[in-house]
T-cell receptor, first 116, second 117 residues
């Protein structure tokens, strides 16, 4: 079974702190994604990566950065956390889709981040 | 632009009732993929089904069934004889072909289903 793990289930940080959210997958997937989930807004894509050291902005990249130094690990960084970044953060991975195909994404359990 | 609409924000049913979750999508691409995910209270999204735009056959898996109709751009999900364990938020999602998105999913806002005993 595909396993996507996230470093913390719950995290409380102070405004202005630098925050690292870690995600690891064990299925050798090329694609990795970071979403945030807020009530009434569904899932919104922050960043994704389709290869080591590659990254692409999603729909809401402002205030975030990412790092992918190894294929299995994708980190989300909040350079200076703010209260409006309080949210549930979900990581996902999938194989890189071949032409004429698409693959489901496999999700981690999520990290509920509170910024006070 | 691509979009997924789940008009039902919340649905509440009594156990053993049938319930249908609606999903309407928008895309101009002719090749695309549709997905349903379940998010139980534990928080982890669980993949349920993937369909491609060329396969309009309905699918049944136990108490779950999916109705894909290109004519109405809908991909509805029905749970027959609902159970308390079906209580969750359900998301419909759309993905374009490789050339369009490299596998990105466009999610609807989700429908929260509550099944009461």
């Amino acid at each position: 079974d595909v396993k996507v793990t996230q470093s913390s289930r719950y995290l409380v940080k102070r405004t202005g702190e630098k925050v690292f959210l870690e995600c690891v997958q064990d299925m050798d997937h090329e694609n990795m994604f970071w979403y945030r989930q807020d009530p009434g807004l569904g899932l919104r894509l922050i960043y994704f990566s389709y290869d080591v050291k590659m990254k692409e902005k999603g729909d809401i990249p402002e205030g975030y950065s990412v790092s992918r130094e190894k294929k299995e690990r994708f980190s989300l960084i909040l350079e200076s956390a703010s209260t409006n970044q309080t949210s549930m953060y979900l990581c996902a991975s999938s194989p890189y889709p071949e032409t004429g195909s698409s693959y489901e994404q496999y999700f981690g359990p999520g990290t509920r981040l509170t910024v006070t | 632009a691509q979009k997924v609409t789940q008009a039902q924000t919340e649905i509440s049913v009594v156990e053993k009732e049938d319930v249908t979750l609606d999903c309407v999508y928008e895309t101009r691409d002719t090749t695309y993929y549709l997905f349903w995910y379940k998010q139980p209270p534990s928080g982890e999204l669980v993949f349920l089904i993937r369909r491609n735009s060329f396969d309009e056959q309905n699918e049944i898996s136990g108490r779950y069934s999916w109705n894909f109709q290109k004519s109405t751009s809908s991909f509805n999900f029905t749970i027959t004889a609902s159970q308390v364990v079906d209580s969750a938020v359900y998301f419909c999602a759309l993905s374009l072909d490789y050339g369009g998105s490299q596998g990105n999913l466009i999610f609807g806002k989700g429908t929260k289903l509550s099944v009461k005993p």
